[in-house]
């Protein structure tokens, strides 16, 4: 069982407030300018300075770096950047290299073939009907979705957006510029002619 002491001091009767006792009142105050000169101790930095330190660090980091690896460090950063990328060359042995230039060459034929997606995601939008200011929108959304082909994917494209196709043209009369006329329909209109009846 835990014991609690507790003390009871009486007030002055008046303000309520606790008579001074005579230690209290013989006792000095604590001086409050330590506090205040330790505030002033803290160095505070500007953001320049932490980036200059920062940059100061990194480059005796650096040059250790290449120490180590046998080069002197000439300051030049571009320079012993290229010193360095040497002497990892010359430090690799013919598998390594062999396996350097192959994950570029796969990374080259990677963008390739995202390059060459992209234009036949192109050609199958503009062959589905979708205007030319609308054709990019499509290909960037065919590259998430699904499909053996980039013609399935332009169609689940289309199918989720069916806004992205032009609407049909409607037949107002005589063929417009550039607008050709379906067979069928020609030769509806062959046969209308010929019983004498008009078009709705």
Do not use: C
């Not at 009907?129 to 960037?140: E, I, N």
């Not at 609407?167 to 063929?175: F, N, Q």
């Amino acid at each position: 069982m835990k014991r609690w002491n507790v003390f009871f001091t009486p007030d002055d009767g008046v303000t309520g407030a606790v008579p001074a006792s005579p230690a209290t009142e013989t006792a000095p105050a604590a001086d409050p300018a330590p506090a205040a000169t330790e505030a002033q101790e803290v160095a505070k930095y500007t953001d320049r300075q932490l980036n200059d330190l920062v940059a100061k660090n990194a480059a005796k980091e650096a040059a250790k770096m290449l120490k180590d690896a046998g080069i002197e460090a000439t300051g030049d950063l571009k320079k012993d950047v290229e010193a360095f990328k040497a002497w990892k060359q010359s430090t690799m042995t013919e598998t390594d290299r062999l396996k350097a230039q192959l994950a570029e060459r796969e990374t080259a034929d990677n963008e390739g073939k995202k390059a060459a997606d992209a234009i036949r995601a192109e050609n199958a939008a503009l062959k589905k009907g979708v205007p030319a200011d609308k054709v990019d929108r499509v290909v960037r959304l065919s590259a998430g979705y699904d499909g053996e082909s980039v013609d399935e994917r332009v169609a689940a494209v289309l199918a989720e957006f069916p806004e992205f196709i032009k609407g049909p043209v409607k037949d107002i009369g005589a063929p417009a510029h550039g607008q050709t006329q379906n067979e069928a329909d020609a030769l509806l209109e062959k046969a209308r002619a010929q019983l004498g009846l008009k078009k709705a």
